[in-house]
């Protein structure tokens, strides 16, 4: 709406007030939310593109609000990465992968990769990796199969104790992967000193492959860089046959997307593992 004159002034405030309103509001919840066991893991299968198998697993959170119905993690995120909350939020996430984890196991699947969303927040926290290495002991989870995923943006401060952090969580087997890769301000030289396993190509990039000549170009090098750095790369946001027809033919290793597979619940994932695991 268009607010000029003295009412500019009167309009300002209540929003403002509204704002902080919502936002406290949407605090409190989500709070609750946790304690409720409003929260909820989907898993986004990852393709291997030689043998079309499901090599991985994403965990990607849902809220299930009582009232409002799904509520997406780009919604409610940030607000937890604001309000210190994503430190509880991210620990109930990472206990219940494990255990989710080893139920699956417990009923016959064969183990499989999970990938886990960090915030920079709880890389963080001081307690990170002792209180990490206790949800994996309570757990009985076997750290090879857990992979966490960090963005560039760990790189902004602190450089050589993220680097020391990072080697520490290797030195425990866990799997490492930069997510969202090509959307940050990090120079290409930290690669070389990032010990990581995995670079995942932000869907951006790919997004129009099939008809834009320099994203093309980009993911092109993005992948014969990561070979030349024995990474492993996955594409994001696959959505078309052409998208896996080019990314093939650039010798990306895996495929993650809506063309495939949208993350899943729980069930969904247990019956297409269960299908994978007989063939
Ligand atoms: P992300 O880590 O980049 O996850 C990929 C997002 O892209 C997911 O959105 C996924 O559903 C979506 N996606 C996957 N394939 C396609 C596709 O083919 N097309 C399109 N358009 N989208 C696709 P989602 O689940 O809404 O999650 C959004 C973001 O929220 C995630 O982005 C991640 O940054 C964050 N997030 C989700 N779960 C967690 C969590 O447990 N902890 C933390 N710290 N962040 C989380
Ligand atoms: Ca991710
Ligand atoms: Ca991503
Ligand atoms: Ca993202």
């Not at 593109?49 to 697993?57: A, D, N, P, S, Y």
């Not at 696959?238 to 495929?255: A, F, N, P, S």
């Amino acid at each position: 709406a268009k607010v000029d004159g003295r009412n500019s002034f009167q309009f300002y405030i209540p929003n403002m007030q509204e704002q902080s309103f919502q936002r406290l509001s949407m605090e409190n919840n989500l709070r609750r939310a946790l304690e409720n066991e409003e929260l909820e893991t989907y898993y986004q299968p990852q393709i291997d593109l030689h043998t079309g198998k499901i090599v991985g697993l994403e965990v990607l959170l849902r809220w299930k609000h009582v009232t409002l119905g799904s509520i997406s993690p780009s919604q409610f995120i940030p607000l937890a990465e604001e309000t210190g909350l994503i430190i509880a939020v991210g620990y109930w996430v990472l206990k219940h992968t494990c255990l989710q984890a080893i139920a699956w196991h417990k009923s016959g699947l064969p183990p499989i990769q999970i990938g886990v969303n960090l915030s920079i927040k709880q890389l963080q926290q001081k307690d990170f990796l002792s209180s990490l290495q206790q949800i994996l002991d309570e757990t009985n989870f076997d750290p090879h199969y857990l992979e966490l995923e960090i963005t560039e943006g760990i790189m902004m401060d602190n450089v050589e104790e993220k680097i020391i952090l990072l080697n520490q969580f290797r030195q425990m087997g866990i799997q490492l992967s930069i997510d969202d890769f090509g959307t940050g301000y990090s120079a290409l030289s930290y690669l070389k000193n990032l010990p990581i396993d995995t670079l995942k190509i932000d869907r951006t990039f790919i997004e129009y492959i099939d008809h834009n000549e320099q994203d093309q170009a980009i993911v092109a090098s993005l992948i014969n860089l990561s070979h030349s750095l024995n990474l492993i790369v996955i594409a994001e946001g696959v959505e078309t046959q052409e998208q896996v027809d080019i990314l093939r033919e650039l010798g990306c290793d895996r495929i993650q997307g809506y063309f495939f597979y949208k993350a899943l619940p729980t069930e969904e994932i247990e019956a297409l593992l269960r299908a994978q695991a007989i063939t």
